[in-house]
């Protein structure tokens, strides 16, 4: 097999270490913000398997249908269950105004406390199962 170098380097050893230069490591600016991280889901793809894998027509659906988030702090779990919250009490209030489309809100409200509900279930076992 052929040696492949790049820069210098070769591929068959990995890193062994990390170096800041004319860096103040310790100042809070340097290193991003826990808020500041993008989520998991929208990670940088690899450039390797971007390469290898030619465009269909499933990759093209998958992006456009993709939705686009506003606001990535919404993201977060905290975040994410307050305003899931407060959705559900104005759900609530909007009841009690319009009597005329209650059924409709009505289902909703009971949807979305189902969905809370569930999600405090799952936040309550996941908590369990880290503290053994």
């Not at 990390?18 to 808020?35: G, N, S, Y």
């Not at 919404?74 to 759900?91: K, V």
């Not at 609530?92 to 189902?114: P, S």
Request: hydrophobic share 35%; with cysteine.
């Amino acid at each position: 097999m052929t040696d492949l170098y790049t820069n210098a380097l070769a591929l068959e050893r990995g890193i062994e270490g990390v170096t800041h230069l004319r860096r103040d490591t310790e100042h809070r600016d340097f290193w991003p913000e826990h808020q500041s991280l993008p989520p998991p889901s929208q990670t940088v793809k690899a450039q390797l398997s971007e390469l290898l894998e030619s465009p269909d027509i499933a990759c093209y659906l998958n992006s456009a249908l993709e939705p686009t988030v506003s606001n990535p702090e919404l993201l977060t779990p905290a975040r994410f269950h307050a305003t899931l919250g407060s959705a559900l009490e104005q759900l609530r209030a909007e009841t009690r105004v319009n009597a005329g489309d209650a059924k409709h809100l009505t289902r909703a409200v009971r949807l979305l406390a189902e969905e809370i509900g569930l999600r405090e279930l799952a936040h309550m076992y996941r908590s369990s199962l880290y503290q053994g």
